[in-house]
């Protein structure tokens, strides 16, 4: 696909703060991705990369290349990365409980703009990561810790820049459809969930997109940098909210996300205030 002027104009907007919060702005007033074309070549190059192999595995999108979210949320994450990124002064520590789009997407872009980014994504599920994310992972230079390799892996998890994905073994856990999913309920991921704990880091930003993820806010709530932030998705599922009582600050934003700190804030420096305009306070 050929590179239009106009998407040249639009990613060469995207390198500053005021352009970026007016694209924000356009797309939360309309609800509307500000280039549709971007977005389907997004798409396009993602489940390229994907494929373990031409014709192979691809990652499914729910309407965007960006994350497993509404494109409004997806966008948002975008948005808040980028503005805690330039207020970190351009090195940027961020910790993801649960791999997948996010962890192919986000850290590129923001390297893209100009930011020195350490990630770090913790995997449960081991097969769909070798399926999906490992191949698109390992063109791009990745440190993959397997589970069992902690304590022998060099250099010391995530003090390098770019990515580092440490990858448990414990099956695919889907604990919300019924009686029938108890055992994945009560399945040990006490590892999965203790290892940022261990790494004596704090991070600027915290995802919680995986399992376990009211015990992950826990943890998160004392991992963040001074000024850090979480941010949870499917908030609106109630039996995470007892977990926002670990931080001082957090609100709904977008359509089911929740952010958090450890400081009074409305997050205003850091979400686009059309994002916040309809969204509740809670924590």
Known sequence: MS????????????????????????????????DLAELAARVERLERIAASEPGG??????GTSKAWASPRDADLLEETLGAVAERAGGMLNVLEWGSGLSTLHYPEWLAGGGARVSWTTLEHDREFFRRFIEPALRERGAQIVWSEELGSAEPKLGERAGLTAVVFDKGPIDPIEGESRVADRLKDLD?????????GRRFHAILVDGRKRRRCLGEAAALLEDGGIALLHDALRPYYHCAFAAFRSGRLIGDELWIGAQVETDF????????????????
Do not use: C, K, M, N
């Open 191 to 199: 590892d999965y969930v203790a290892l940022p704990a261990t790494l």
């Open 3 to 34: 590179e239009s002027p106009q998407r040249r104009l639009l990613e060469r907007a995207f390198r500053t703060s005021f352009a970026r919060r007016g694209l924000a702005a356009i797309r939360w007033r309309s609800g509307l991705d500000a």
């Open 268 to 283: 205003a420096d850091v979400v686009p205030r059309e994002a916040l305009g309809a969204s509740t306070r809670v924590g």
């Open 57 to 62: 595995p691809q990652l499914s999108t729910h």
